[in-house]
């Protein structure tokens, strides 16, 4: 039943399996065989004699479901294990099969205790969750479906086959329409599947529905300005809006602002659609505003898919989609800019701006300034997105030469 409900969008034999055992490295790849494999140096380290073996892998046929207990069950491995665990991030999926990564976790316990073996045996009540555990034998290791007292009647014993490299980051092929959204209707359903069990989904639906059409006739330029926090982009946005007399807009907008607490304690999937569903509302206030006046926009599309992709793919900026991936494309449906320029500082004075101005920072802010790869992929998925891409402004010098270098550029781009 659990082998069924896992793996019905492939056979067990035809997946691949991937571990990120060390994020400065590529993840630990293997198949399964029915004869015995030697394991390879990095593989050995991984199934180690030293300590007891699972994995689990959630899958559901609701996509909510699944979102929401990968996300339950990361938290109750991060808070319930003891420091004698290592848990790393895994994932089973079949090559170039858009959407057939099945996410979860590799757990290797240490200890002396049978908390994992409890808390595993809690969590495996589940219909979405499916479990192994790996038994080691000199130079092999093989796979079982695991239940807590003993294995499974039916399980049959697959062995650990070194795998190479697979030629993109498995998680590539679920970012579509998963952590970065290509069509208003995309992430708009997201949150239709979700008002029974967050009802703030409805109240954002209605403000999505409210607002009019975007307009196609004779429009002012409209200018975002992209960029990590204490970029400048507040200082920045301020003063093109009294230099160009022009409209500022924020993204997300404000009609959002008292959802966001809510929705950034959701999955990934559901938040990204909500942030997603902000460009489109943002896009309409812009159609708007736009046969005004110019438009100022502090951030759009280019921070919400940056941010989503880095967050997805793990590990080493190599990981990310290729150069040329249709992930890095603007939604053909989302109003475009006339010109996107991205503020850079040096991560060091951005640090220090941080700290005079000593506020709140995102989840995702706070972790740019502790994990360095992480801020390395936000830049590097800025710096590829395209139509429009994004043109480089270095903010470092004083305000006053950043307005400067900016207002050229409009002038040379936009004609103001």
């Known amino acids: 039943m659990l082998r069924r409900a896992m793996f019905r969008c492939g056979e067990l034999c035809s997946r691949v399996f991937a571990v990120e055992f060390d994020l400065r490295a590529e993840p630990l790849y293997f ?44 938290h109750k491995l991060s808070s319930t294990l003891s420091r004698d665990c290592d848990v790393f991030e895994a994932s089973s999926f ?74 993109h980051h498995p998680s590539t092929l679920n970012i579509r329409n998963s952590d970065v959204f290509y069509s208003m209707d995309e992430a708009y359903k997201v949150l239709q599947e979700c008002t029974d069990i967050i009802p703030e989904s409805k109240a954002v639906l209605k403000l999505v529905d409210e607002q009019l059409e975007i307009s196609s006739g004779d429009a002012y330029p409209v200018i975002v300005i992209e960029g990590l926090d204490a970029t400048g982009k507040t200082t920045l946005t301020e003063a093109l809006r009294e230099s160009l007399n022009a409209t500022l807009l924020k993204s997300p907008p404000q009609c959002l602002t008292s959802f966001r607490q809510r929705f950034d304690s959701e999955p990934p999937l559901i938040r990204r659609a909500f942030y997603a569903l902000g460009n489109y509302i943002t896009a309409a206030h812009i159609g708007k505003e736009s046969l005004r006046a110019p438009v100022i926009v502090d951030r759009y599309w280019h921070s919400t898919a940056a941010y989503a992709i880095a967050t997805a793919v793990s590990g080493r900026v190599e ?42 920072k995102t989840v995702e802010e706070a972790e740019l300034e502790l994990n360095q790869l992480f801020r390395l992929k936000v830049e590097e998925a800025y710096k590829r997105i395209q139509n429009p891409a994004c043109i480089i402004v270095d903010a470092s010098p004083s305000p006053q030469e950043v307005l400067q270098q900016v207002q050229r550029l409009i002038r040379n781009k936009c004609h103001l």
């Not at 200890?111 to 009540?125: V, Y």
């Not at 290729?322 to 320029?341: A, F, I």
Request: with cysteine.
């Open 319 to 360: 990981n990310l989609p290729r150069l040329d991936s249709e992930l890095y494309q603007w939604p053909g449906d989302l109003l475009q800019p006339n010109l996107v320029l991205l503020l850079t500082v040096n991560p060091e004075e951005r640090l220090r701006r941080l700290r005079d101005r000593g506020q709140d």
């Open 31 to 74: 198949t399964l065989s029915s004869s015995p494999q030697v394991l390879h140096h990095d593989h050995q380290r991984l199934f180690g004699d030293c300590g007891k073996l699972f994995s689990l892998h959630v899958q559901s046929e609701n996509r909510i479901e699944k979102a929401q207990t990968h996300a339950q069950i990361k």
């Open 94 to 167: 079949i090559p170039d099969d858009e959407n057939s990564v099945v996410k979860g976790f590799f757990i290797r316990d240490k200890s002396t205790t049978t908390l994992s073996e409890e808390l595993l045996n809690t969590l495996r009540q589940s219909k979405t969750v499916c479990m192994f555990s790996y038994k080691r034998e000199g130079q092999y290791c093989w796979q079982e479906l695991w239940s807590p007292v003993s294995p499974v009647k039916e399980s049959v014993r697959q062995y650990i086959t070194p795998a190479t490299a697979a030629k």
